[in-house]
């Protein structure tokens, strides 16, 4: 990859969303950009900065009595004809551009109003720009942040720069993914009734997804509805053979008051008729959830700086890795997540300034 062209922290957070852009950071792919964010954190000279792989870590130490750590992945999915950026009216188009370059820009423009000799934020600051977020998650940049140097992480409060359209997503749920296996016996299809068909078996499964009440939870003011699906289903063997397995893959998304064990003991429960008929159930993920924590000083101070409440983010996010720690975190970043991973990915030049205003006004005023 060609090296990335120096990050000029002073330029407004649009042209610096647009640098951050036109430098591709696929997946794995991070070091130019990487070396480029840490080289221009440390040309501030207000900052202790340390690299961990191709993620940056840097923070102010000033003494203050409160944290608060601000966190982006510099990683983008595979570009799709979609790099450098276009600037079309009101938006700007490019890979990264919601997701979460445009929230990274956010970031950069702090650590350069509060990094420097002579800054006084209210909070001593820590800025987290990390790798490999889009891929499985034993890559994942700040999983290796918190298992080396925790300590980097911890604060009053944490925030994601995840894309929310510019409004506070508190939290987040868990995800878990399970295999319900049916097993049968093979036949030919001509004399079906010498064998037992795992697909026909795999119909209680189904039918019991098709009728689950899905729950709903408020948690601090914040609405998280659950959600168990079948996501995949395997079987068959050919046209004339009659299967003598089915796999059943279900994805359970869980509000943030159930932890891991929680969810799969609920998860067993919901289909103990077909365990007790003989199918087998095999958890291959799970990834707990973060609690809002909006009723901690920290957070709330934020939400008021916003001026908005705050809602549930529906879907798991890095939030989680805080809240493992008892760091309320919560997701609030400029970009769309609808357009995120889409070949027409943008953000509106309009979210820009004012994520980068909210954050400006909460840092520099002290939690009551």
Excluded at 16 to 41: C, F, I, K, M, N
Excluded at 117 to 145: Q, S
């Amino acid at each position: 990859m060609s090296a990335v062209p120096s990050l000029d922290l002073s330029a407004d957070v649009l042209t610096l969303t647009r640098a951050l852009v036109d430098a591709p950071s696929v997946s794995g792919e991070e070091a130019a950009l990487a070396d480029a964010v840490e080289t221009a954190l440390r040309a501030l000279g207000g900052l202790e900065v340390e690299r961990v792989g191709d993620s940056v870590l840097a923070r102010t130490n000033l003494g203050r009595p409160t944290r608060v750590v601000l966190a982006g992945h510099l990683d983008t999915v595979p570009i799709a004809d979609n790099v450098p950026s276009r600037l079309d009216g009101d938006r700007l188009y490019g890979c990264g551009t919601s997701d979460m370059k445009s929230g990274d820009a956010v970031i950069l423009r702090l650590a350069a109003r509060f990094g420097v000799p002579g800054a006084e934020p209210a909070h001593d600051l820590t800025f987290v720009l990390y790798d490999n977020e889009e891929v499985e998650a034993v890559k994942n940049g700040l999983g290796r942040v918190a298992r080396e140097h925790r300590g980097w992480l911890y604060g009053d409060l944490a925030i994601l720069l995840e894309p929310t359209d510019g409004e506070i997503e508190a939290g987040c749920q868990g995800t878990l993914r399970a295999v319900l296996e049916v097993r049968g016996r093979r036949a030919h299809s001509a004399r079906s009734w010498l064998g037992v068909n795992a697909v026909h078996g795999a119909a209680g499964i189904l039918a019991t997804l098709a009728a689950y009440p899905a729950r709903e939870v408020d948690i601090d003011g914040c609405l998280y509805r659950e959600g168990l699906n079948a996501v995949r289903i395997e079987g068959g063997v050919a046209g004339n053979v009659i299967p003598d397995e089915c796999r059943v893959t279900v994805n359970f998304r869980y509000a943030p008051d159930r932890d891991e064990d929680a969810a799969e003991a609920h998860v067993r429960e919901v289909f103990a008729d077909a365990l007790a008929e003989g199918a087998t159930l095999t958890v291959v993920d799970n990834a707990g959830g973060a609690l809002p924590g909006l009723a901690e000083p920290a957070a709330a101070a934020f939400v008021a700086a916003v001026g908005r409440p705050a809602r549930a983010k529906l879907g798991w996010t890095d939030v989680a890795r805080f809240a493992a720690f008892g760091i309320p975190a919560v997701n609030y970043g400029p970009g769309d997540p609808q357009l995120a991973h889409t070949r027409e990915e943008s953000v509106l030049v309009e979210r820009l300034r004012p994520a980068e205003d909210a954050l400006v006004a909460y840092l520099s005023a002290p939690t009551p």
